[in-house]
């Protein structure tokens, strides 16, 4: 992979690609955490340039929903959306609206040539709804984790 996103492979890039691919929609601090078990030496400094440098490489993906840090995922390359939990915050992949899709299409593109829409949905997750602790979904891992 990031040979052929035209990026040298050094053990920094390799332990945090492998710390997203384990951990989607962990943050910076969660994804240093993941490195460091694998490379321990490794600086903050560094899991910020490689998580940089993978992004801009487009082999990995950043979202940031308002009133959170930001997040990566190694999903990329097609048209997912997320759904965040109000209450806990955990962040689950939802596909792509099928059939009609108004406010996939913006009325007016002011001359952008648009080629992503990003669409965030935002609720409760099945166990806060149903007012359980968050640890008690099957779905869930901490924020920090991401999800499985």
């Not at 992503?116 to 007012?131: L, M, N």
């Amino acid at each position: 992979m990031l040979r052929g996103a035209g990026l040298r492979v050094t053990r920094p890039r390799m332990a945090v690609l492998s710390a997203v691919f384990e951990h989607p929609h962990a943050d910076t601090d969660s994804i240093l955490g993941a490195t460091r078990a694998r490379l321990d030496s490794v600086s903050h400094q560094a899991v910020y340039d490689v998580l940089h440098a993978l992004s801009t490489a487009g082999l990995l993906r950043r979202l940031q929903p308002p009133g959170s840090v930001a997040r990566y995922e190694a999903r990329v390359g097609d048209n997912h959306h997320h759904v965040v939990c109000r209450s806990c915050g955990v962040i689950v992949d939802v596909d792509c609206a099928v059939g009609y899709a108004p406010c996939l299409t913006a009325a007016d593109g002011a001359g952008f040539e648009i080629d992503e829409a990003e669409v965030i949905y935002w609720g409760r997750c099945p166990a806060c709804a149903a007012g359980q602790s968050p640890a008690a979904s099957p779905h869930r891992t901490t924020p920090e984790e991401g999800t499985s």
